[in-house]
């Protein structure tokens, strides 16, 4: 049975005690910096040969050219139809809610025309090209393909390109498939931090691209950041995490299984359980020693559910919500009566499961909006993936020859106030007494 710390927001050090529990350091090893960063100068300097050795050194795959190592729109079909029906169907009806979901979130260009006849406006263009990284051997999301790829399409992203390790040669019919139902364009079978710097860089065969978005191990982590700058990337994410509000109405079972549902990712994910019902808890705690043992990855939950989980005991429902803004988790369970209302009150999460039948695992699969979110806090400032990573917005300016004049006016005292003399000759040329 974990050890699961508990917590109670009366006490007077409540708050310092949260704290040490949330406290986790997305931190690259030094070793990991230097390979990386040799990795990135080698595709840099090299292109496709430097692809071509790291491929044979990491996925012991030996080819002649990297031309070989694309994965066809014809063998993306093959592996659409290898999958059997039960996943097809599951895969496409994940695909097309998550597409009606995105299609909310397309921007569209604006302006207005003001009384002089300026134009002022802000025009909506999608990226040129984009990037997903999608991780291979022992690991297989095929949701991650759809979740990345189906936004950067529905923003009309012209040319969306997957890479993907695989070792030994071995590809994944439904990460395959899933990129099939989603629209990519192009696949290649590389991975590691030298499929990050050749989508960053350009190689001779794999062309650069605007934006990189995806999920992968420490090495892809640390190349996508120090890439980042060169082209846009989604965020480093940190371990996966759940905060649990239920007012103990829910069946303990259910949350205990939401709280597996994160800590089975890894042993860094962190699961917390926030209640004003003490017996509750206990209830939770009961649950979590009778099912622990029944899960396959048994070991990862139990490390991680030692090592990061919390019980919080509160004294009502405002204090709880209180406690969540202060989190700010990536996924927010609001087990609760009137979830919506309560809802209302939340200032940061990445994701909200509203009500007691919304698990979580929902949103990684297909209920409709992104599973890439904010973790670690971050959700106090950044946002889910969605359709707006994938467009640039640009100002529209049109000055009239009577807006130019008094907008002159207003530049020329500005500018000569900053001592840029050429900023202030520029508009008032433009100036009509």
Known sequence: ????????????????????????????????????????????????????????KFDRIEVASVGHLEITQEQLQQS?????????????????????????????????????????????????????????????????????????????VTELIMVVPTPDGKANDLVLAAAAIAGVDRVFSIGGAQ?????????????????ITGPGNSYVATAK????????????????????????????DWIAMDLFSQAEHDEEAQSILVS???????QVKASIEKLLDDMPRKDIIEKSLNDRAAMIEVADMNTAIEVANHIAPEHLELSIDDAEQWAQKIRHAGAIFMGRYTA????????????VLPTSGTARFSSPLGVYDFQKRSSLI????????????????????????????????????
């Open 1 to 56: 049975m974990p050890e699961i710390r508990q917590l109670n927001a009366a006490d007077e050090n409540f708050w310092q005690q949260l704290d040490d529990v949330l406290a986790w350091e997305q931190s690259s090893d030094s070793e990991v910096v230097a390979t990386v960063t040799g990795i990135l100068a080698d595709v840099k300097k090299r292109g496709d040969a430097a692809l071509l050795e790291y491929t044979k």
């Open 80 to 156: 659409l139809k290898a999958i059997d029906n039960t996943q097809r169907d599951a895969l496409e009806l994940a695909g097309a809610r998550i597409h009606a979901y995105a299609e909310h979130q397309k921007q569209e260009s604006w302006s207005y025309t003001e009384d002089d006849g300026t134009v002022l406006g802000q025009k909506i263009t999608p990226m040129d090209r984009a990037g997903l990284y999608v991780p291979g051997g022992k690991a297989a999301y095929p949701s991650s393909v759809l979740m990345n790829a189906i936004p950067a399409k529905v923003a009309g």
């Open 195 to 211: 499929a990050v710097a050749a989508l960053a860089y350009g190689t001779e065969t794999i062309p650069k691209v605007d934006i």
């Open 225 to 252: 950041r120090m890439v980042y700058g060169i082209v846009g990337i989604d965020m480093i994410a940190g371990p996966s995490e759940i905060l649990i509000v239920c007012d103990g109405k829910t069946d303990p």
């Open 276 to 282: 004003p019902d003490a017996e509750f808890i206990a």
């Open 360 to 371: 979580e695992a929902l949103g990684d699969y297909c209920a409709g909006p992104n599973h």
């Open 398 to 433: 049109a000055c009239s020859e009577k807006g130019a004049s008094e907008l002159g006016k207003c530049t020329s005292t500005l500018a000569h106030g900053e001592g840029l003399v050429a900023h202030a000759r520029s508009a008032e040329y433009r100036i009509k007494d």
